[in-house]
């Protein structure tokens, strides 16, 4: 197949486009440079000129503080680029993997969030997801995938950023009242391509599987890193922020299931990869 993947400047996009390269198929990268999904125009040349059957998009406005301060960009390209890619695919029947987020989510209940849980967002991040979520929904052949707390090669991150803080000796301070699952990009990645491959269309949930708070994985990134650090477990509040943030982001995976996909490794073990490869 052809497959066109937006966002390959990103840490997931790369992933994405390897994974899928791997596997014997025609790849077209897209980043800001050749199709800004902001500019109608763009979308519409790329997209004519190559003909993709499946575009796997993963191209986002991501910074969720910068968001509250700028929500009219993050919607531009979370909602508008959104609708430019899902027009050419309703017209054309083309299918559409779209990458949302667990910020959907108030983070409300006592369990994990299930596919099907009311939406709740309570940052402009979350709800410029949900609504391109609301505009997938109208095509025939569409995936929408969940995942949180991303990591992966090539790309700035919480672990990243915990590592190089840790290696200059600065005392860290780590939210630990909000709990989550971190993600791999290269185990996500695999899971995208083989719903590439399939017409098990819908909801799905991805995460590593496991969980923890920001602090667990903070200390779990140290000591596989072997660094001495000085972590300190601070409240959200404390920290502070434009953006509030879920204090659950745990995500159920019946949808995975239902379909037959493997679900993806345990955390730790992906942070260990990652740690490794780094």
């Given at each position: 197949m052809k497959i066109l993947v937006t966002g390959c400047g990103g840490q997931l996009g790369r992933a994405v486009a390897e994974e899928l390269q791997s596997r014997g198929h025609t790849v077209v990268?897209?980043?800001?440079?050749?199709?800004?999904?902001?500019?109608?125009?763009?979308?519409?040349?790329?997209?004519?000129?190559?003909?993709p059957d499946v575009i796997v998009h993963?191209?986002?406005y991501t910074n969720v503080e910068h968001a509250e301060e700028e929500p009219s960009l993050c919607r531009m390209a979370n909602v508008q680029g959104t609708a430019h890619i899902a027009k050419y695919c309703k017209r054309q029947g083309r299918k559409l993997l779209y990458?949302?987020?667990?910020?959907v989510f108030g983070g409300e209940g006592d369990g994990p969030h299930g596919e099907d849980d009311k939406a709740s967002p309570i940052n402009v991040y979350g709800q410029s997801k949900y609504d391109g979520e609301q505009i997938v929904?109208?095509?025939?052949?569409y995936f929408i995938v969940r995942t949180s707390w991303v990591f992966g090669k090539g790309g700035n991150n919480f672990v990243t950023a915990i590592l190089r803080r840790a290696r200059q000796g600065q005392a860290l301070q780590v939210v630990d009242d909000q709990i989550g699952s971190p993600t791999y990009t290269d185990d996500l990645a695999a899971l995208l391509a083989d719903?590439?491959?399939?017409?098990e269309y819908g909801v799905y949930h991805a995460t590593n599987e496991g969980e923890c708070t920001w602090y667990?994985?903070?200390r779990e990134t140290v000591r596989l890193a072997g660094i001495d650090a000085e972590i300190t477990p601070i409240s959200a509040a404390a920290y502070g922020g434009k953006a509030k943030r879920p204090s659950d982001s745990r995500l159920a995976k019946h949808a995975l299931d239902r379909a037959g996909f493997r679900r993806l490794p345990d955390w730790k073990d992906a942070l260990k990869r990652y740690i490794q490869y780094l």
């Open positions: 990268r897209t980043d800001r440079k050749n199709m800004d999904i902001t500019d109608r125009e763009a979308v519409e040349r790329m997209l004519l000129s190559e003909e993963c191209a986002a990458i949302s987020t667990d910020y929904r109208t095509l025939d052949r719903m590439a491959e399939s017409e667990e994985l903070a």
